[in-house]
Structure formats: structure tokens, C-alpha cells
């Protein structure tokens, strides 16, 4: 199976951007890159995703390395908000599966 | 906004009795997932389903566990016998497969389950 690497945990100060990264050097041409997060005591909460461009929503950005081994999840403009587990994951046909993701910390 | 609903919220039940969790997927989503959550294995894939069918239940222990979709509205996961083991937070999720095979999942909020 394709598997991610995040870190455990980051702080970020409250309105300022965060770079969240993600590392996947096995993934294959067809995994796509799934971002979730999942806040206190409820169900996950997609974010993006993205196969080999960058890509943007109202949410955040998601930026692509050129060889597809890495990716990083961005938040432009952080709020208390935004305090959450975020998942990266390599989704491959109706399969996604989690990893123990990144525990965002958002300090006023 | 439309939502994937799960019943109950929270079950405390008995070892040996039996479990029945619910999961209203959202309306014209046709792709269903069962997960997991424990603070130990984290977010667990236990099963999915594709236009009613299983596909994958290999997260499942088989011989307590079963996951059917009885009709497009209904998807329910069983737990018989329930073990202090099984105690978990249960997740239900759709995607609307029409939207391609990577449409984003929508959750439920969960079933916290306790097994005495």
C-alpha cells in the first residue's frame, strides 16, 4: 500500500499562513493526494485533493512537488478554527486510507 | 447542506449483545465507508460499498462483524457478539461516485460505542 508521512504536530500563530507537509515517496501515477482534517469530536472533513497540478479551494491551497514524492496542504491565513488533525492520503480507486496525521495547534 | 446521518450517537451495550449501527447516506451518493476510530489504531477502513455491493470488507473481523447496504438510504454495520475490544467511535462516510472516482468523502458525526 502507498503510505504518507506527516508530522505529529505544529503550532501555528493565529492569521498566519501554515504549511502543512506530506511525504510519499512510493505513491504511483494513479494515486490522487487527499487532504481531510478532522476537528474535535466530529467526522472528517475533506479539504482538497489534487493529482499533479496545484490546486485551489476556499479552504486552502494544495501545492504538488514536480516528482509527485511529496505535497504540502496550505492554509493562507490561520484561525482557532483551524485547530485539527490533518490527514494526507493517497487515495487508489474506491481505497483511502488513513494515517496518524498532524495534529495542527493554532495559538491567538 | 446535505449530511450523512448516523444513529445512535453514543451505545453503551453489554459484552455478548448485539450492535447495530446506522448510516443514512447522503441522498444520490452511491459509494458507502465504514470506518474506526480508537485512540490507539486511529482511523481504521473497515469496509465500502459501491452502488449497494461490497467491495472491500477486508478491515473486518469476519467473524463478528457485517456491513449491508439493505437499500441506497441505508447502510448498517452489526457486531455480534459485542467485546470491550469493539469500543470505538464508528464512522459512516459517502461520495457521490456520478461526481468521478475521487469525489470527496462526506462524514457522519459518529457512533461512539462502549462495551462493557
Known amino acids: 500500500d502507498a503510505k504518507t508521512t506527516q508530522p505529529n504536530s505544529m503550532e501555528s500563530n493565529e492569521e498566519e499562513p501554515v504549511h502543512l507537509p506530506c511525504n510519499h515517496s512510493t505513491i504511483s501515477g494513479t494515486d490522487y493526494i487527499h487532504w481531510y482534517r478532522q476537528l474535535p469530536s466530529q467526522g472528517p472533513e475533506y479539504v482538497i485533493h489534487g493529482l499533479t497540478s496545484n490546486v485551489n479551494n476556499r479552504m486552502a491551497s494544495l501545492a504538488i512537488a514536480e516528482d509527485r514524492k511529496s505535497s504540502t496542504l496550505i492554509l493562507h491565513r490561520a484561525t482557532l478554527r483551524d485547530a485539527a488533525v490533518y490527514y494526507c492520503i493517497l487515495r487508489v480507486n474506491n481505497d483511502m486510507r488513513f494515517g496518524a496525521g498532524t495534529r495542527l495547534t493554532v495559538k491567538p | 447542506d446535505a449530511r450523512v446521518t448516523q444513529t445512535p450517537r453514543h451505545k453503551v451495550t453489554e459484552m455478548g449483545q448485539e450492535v447495530t449501527m446506522r448510516c443514512q447516506p447522503i441522498l444520490g451518493h452511491n459509494t458507502v465507508f465504514w470506518y474506526r476510530q480508537t485512540m490507539m489504531q486511529g482511523l481504521e477502513l473497515l469496509a465500502y460499498f459501491r452502488n449497494r455491493a461490497p467491495l472491500d470488507d477486508s478491515g473486518m473481523p469476519k467473524d463478528r462483524f457485517s456491513a449491508e447496504m439493505p437499500d441506497a438510504t441505508l447502510a448498517t454495520l452489526k457486531i455480534q457478539p459485542s467485546e470491550p475490544r469493539d469500543s470505538a467511535v464508528y464512522f459512516c462516510?459517502?461520495?457521490?461516485?456520478?461526481?468521478?472516482?475521487?469525489?470527496?468523502?462526506?462524514f457522519g458525526n459518529g457512533t461512539r460505542l462502549t462495551v462493557t
Open positions: 462516510a459517502s461520495g457521490d461516485g456520478q461526481q468521478g472516482l475521487y469525489s470527496p468523502l462526506h
